[in-house]
């Protein structure tokens, strides 16, 4: 297999070979809007008429370079933890923060979770015995 890029200014069809498959023909300039669009890599095979054998793509586009690499994201910041302000009686944080913190409180207590939506923050609960009910309350936050 060669690198070399052969002229393809006069050729009318170019065949491609890529994720192991025999595609084709295209014009040259379908070929380049693929390869700018990445729907082709470098590692993508062509062939047209009097070539002897198959070659790398990169080399039918000899004076177009690769864009470069994407740059890198930063790291996301680790959220803050929940916070509860007492002298406002606020709470503070994401939504599934403050509903993971409502369900640490509400174990603390030694009450039973029922059901937790962290998108929504809803936690329901079922309290113990109360002074109105033998069976305990039931409750959402």
Known sequence: MSDVPMATDNVKTIY?????????????????AMWHGGQITKDALYWHEGMPQWAAISGLFADTTMPPPLPEMPPTP???RATYDATT?????????VAKLAMRAIQALGWKLDNVN???GLVTFETG?????????????
């Open 118 to 120: 962290e998108t929504l």
């Open 89 to 97: 009686n606020t709470f503070r944080g994401t939504m599934p923060q």
């Open 129 to 141: 015995m109360t002074w109105g009910s033998w069976s305990g309350g039931s409750g959402s936050l």
């Open 78 to 80: 680790k959220p803050e």
């Open 16 to 32: 491609l070979y890529t994720l192991g498959q025999r595609r084709g023909p295209y014009e040259k300039a379908e070929i380049q």
